[in-house]
């Protein structure tokens, strides 16, 4: 990082995943969440005593390989184009800060196709996990060492 800062932050959040078609598929998703609490270089700082408003947003496209285990259990994993959109508005005296990163990520998820049955549809329930590594900030003039991220939770949806 070239003696540079190093932000984390806890981010709790809600998403849509999608994946369009059988053994290769065109999958993706979006999410956005509402970081809580941030740590810079080791010190932790809760947001809203720092920051009127908190938000992120995380996209992601690209192809996923899907391997059937069992007849109900399916695991994908593929590469993906990522961006996320991070903006955290000042409290008086503190200073607003954006980013707008852009790099690769490499997602997964592990579905189970359960027995039961909404508007005709099977209901499915899962898990997923997207590491993702960014290069690029477009907000700040391509000013960034590297980003990492780390983003997983949990999955109900309907096959159509």
Do not use: C
């Amino acid at each position: 990082m070239n003696g540079g800062t190093r932000y984390t932050f806890q981010s709790p959040g809600v998403g849509l995943l999608w994946s369009f078609g059988h053994k290769w598929a065109f999958a993706g998703s979006v999410n956005s969440s509402f970081p809580i609490e941030a740590a810079q270089d080791g010190s932790s700082v809760q947001l809203d005593s720092v920051y009127a408003l908190a938000f992120a947003l995380d996209v992601t496209t690209g192809i996923d390989r899907w391997f059937h285990l069992t007849r109900q259990f399916e695991f994908a994993l593929g590469p993906r184009i990522h961006g996320l959109y991070t903006a955290l508005q000042g409290l008086p005296g503190y200073r607003t800060f954006q980013s707008g990163v852009i790099g690769g990520a490499l997602a997964g998820q592990l579905v189970y196709t359960t027995d039961r049955t909404l508007l005709g549809a099977p209901v499915l329930v899962g898990t997923f996990l997207q590491s993702s590594l960014d290069l690029v900030d477009v907000l700040h003039g391509n000013r960034l060492d590297y980003g990492l991220s780390l983003l997983g939770g949990f999955t109900a949806g309907l096959r159509w």
